[in-house]
Nanobody
Framework: QVQLVESGGGLVQPGGSLRLSCAVS????????MAWYRQAPGKERELVAA???????TYADFVKGRFTISRDNAQNTANLQMSNLEPEDTAVYYC??????????????WGQGTQVTVSS
């Protein structure tokens, strides 16, 4: 069973910072990509940042420069360091991975999400 567990969400004032973490466990052969998405009430889910197996990163234009995605050496944890947060960043943040689960097949896995609230 593959599990993605997010942590680090919470309440922060505008201009503050949060660090989200995603721990991956279970039946995965190789990780192709890890990413963070977010979804605000009444809005569609959107990509925030992604990091490929080789270490290359992708950021949404809206958050680039404020957020940094990283991973640990074993590729079993992904982090999202968020700075200068604004109320519009309020959303549920979801960890996502695209991974090979056999030599021929790959699929996406999702975490349960962690709430980030930016409010004064």
């Amino acid at each position: 069973q593959v599990q993605l567990v997010e942590s680090g969400g919470g309440l922060v004032q505008p201009g503050g910072s949060l660090r989200l973490s995603c721990a991956v466990s279970g039946r995965i052969l190789r990780i192709i990509r890890m990413a963070w998405y977010r979804q605000a009430p009444g809005k569609e889910r959107e990509l925030v940042a992604a990091i490929a197996a080789g270490g290359s990163t992708t950021y949404a234009d809206f958050v680039k420069g404020r957020f940094t995605i990283s991973r640990d050496n074993a590729q079993n944890t992904a982090n999202l360091q968020m700075s200068n947060l604004e109320p519009e960043d309020t959303a549920v943040y979801y960890c996502n991975t695209d991974a090979w689960w056999s030599e021929r097949l790959h699929r996406e896995y999702w975490g349960q999400g962690t709430q980030v609230t930016v409010s004064s």
